[in-house]
Every structure is written in structure tokens, then in C-alpha cells.
């Protein structure tokens, strides 16, 4: 079965500090992969979204940036966070044509 | 600009009464219309989910109601139970090929009083 793997769960970094988190899945093949963030009491706001090696879309113009150096790998990175980059993140995959949207377990970021 | 609506932002419910979370969407192109239940702390999880060439779906107490040409959708739970209470998403797909952006809602957080 497919599993989705991110973390860490929890993060509290300082301003202007470096930030890398890093999402897997496992049992599935070539998956479109997103990074999502939700702040406190808000919608989703989809950040980036890939669909293969290598190949990053940014939807919000941002300090952040995106990667993915294997297939079944995301990462978000950012090289000096803002207070304003706190946040819930989420990554998710999906499978080619099926729509559905699976979501792993988030990482509370708190910029402080 | 919110191309998928919802409402209401929060919504307070009595046990055993029925919830009722509506949204509304304007490209005529979306094709796959899920909803999504978040509970604090983890990641959304999807509930259900209907494609336009139905008018209603139902899954236990979750009833999905579709209508196409007011371009609108809502989600309908039955005896709605405190175990209920969470934050529920739709959201809506464009048929694009093999990459499936999903366009979310802003939620509605829903209490069940016991």
C-alpha cells in the first residue's frame, strides 16, 4: 500500500535561519507531488506542485523554493525564513489521472 | 479570485441534526468535485468525491448533491455526531491531463454539540 512520509512534525526556527523539510512516498510510482500551506484558520494554499524528476511549478511567488531529486522525494527549502513563512505545511501525491489527493501528516513551522 | 466558493466559514450543528456545507465554482471545466475532512493537527483526508455526470452521491451519512447548471455543489450530513467536528474542504478539478490541480475552498469548521 501507498504511504507518505513528512518531517519533522514540529519546527521552531528563527528568523533569517535555513529551513529543509522533506516528504517520501512509498509504493508508488511517478506521483505528482505538492507542498501545500495552511495557516492557522485558513484554506490550502498550494505552493509548488511536480510531475516528475526535476520538474518544479511555483504557483505563489515566495521565499521558498522546491526540489525533487528522486522521484518519490520532495523537499522544501528556504535559505532565510521570514516570520511570515509560519505556517502548517503539507505535502500530498497523487496518481495520474485519478484526482484524489493524498495528504501526509503535516509540519507545523513556527518562525519565531 | 476565489474560483471555488464556500460556505458558510463555520457552522455549529446539534447531535443527530443534519449538516450542510455549500460551494459554488465558475469554470465550467472542472470535472471532479471531492470533499475533504481535516481534523487539527493532520492533514486533510478525502470523504467523498462525484464527477458531473451524476446529480447525487452518498456514502453512509455523507451526501454529496450536485447540480450543473447553477454550477454548485454541497456536501449534506446526516445525523451529524460529535465525532464529526472538523474542518471540511471542497474543492474542484479541471480534466488537464495527468496533472490534477485541485482548487480548494477556504473550509468550514463544523461543531457538532453533543
Known amino acids: 500500500s501507498q504511504t507518505i512520509h513528512q518531517w519533522p512534525a514540529t519546527l521552531v526556527q528563527p528568523v533569517g535561519s535555513p529551513l529543509s523539510l522533506e516528504c517520501t512516498v512509498e509504493g508508488t510510482s511517478n506521483p505528482n507531488l505538492y507542498w501545500y500551506r495552511q495557516a492557522a484558520g485558513r484554506g490550502l494554499q498550494l505552493l509548488f506542485y511536480?510531475?516528475?524528476?526535476?520538474?518544479i511549478s511555483s504557483e505563489v511567488p515566495q521565499n521558498l523554493s522546491a526540489s525533487r531529486p528522486q522521484d518519490r522525494q520532495f523537499i522544501l527549502s528556504s535559505k532565510k525564513l521570514l516570520l511570515s513563512d509560519s505556517g502548517f505545511y503539507l505535502c500530498?501525491?497523487?496518481?495520474?489521472?485519478?484526482?484524489?489527493?493524498?495528504f501526509g501528516q503535516g509540519t507545523r513551522l513556527t518562525v519565531v | 479570485q476565489q474560483q471555488v466558493k464556500q460556505s458558510p466559514q463555520s457552522l455549529i450543528v446539534q447531535k443527530g441534526g443534519i449538516s450542510i456545507i455549500n460551494c459554488a465554482y465558475e469554470?465550467?471545466?472542472?470535472?471532479?468535485f471531492p470533499w475533504y475532512q481535516q481534523f487539527p493537527g493532520k492533514g486533510p483526508a478525502l470523504l467523498i468525491a462525484?464527477?458531473?455526470d451524476v446529480s447525487e452521491k452518498k456514502e453512509g451519512r455523507f451526501t454529496i448533491s450536485f447540480n450543473k447548471s447553477a454550477k454548485q455543489f454541497s456536501l449534506h450530513i446526516m445525523d451529524s455526531q460529535p465525532g464529526d467536528s472538523a474542518t471540511y474542504f471542497c474543492a474542484a478539478s479541471p480534466n488537464a491531463g495527468n496533472n490534477r490541480k485541485l482548487i480548494w475552498g477556504l473550509g468550514t469548521s463544523l461543531a457538532v454539540n453533543p
Open positions: 469554470n465550467t471545466a472542472f470535472d471532479y
Open positions: 462525484i464527477r458531473p
Open positions: 500530498a501525491w497523487s496518481v495520474g489521472s485519478n484526482t484524489e489527493a493524498f
Open positions: 511536480s510531475v516528475g524528476i526535476g520538474q
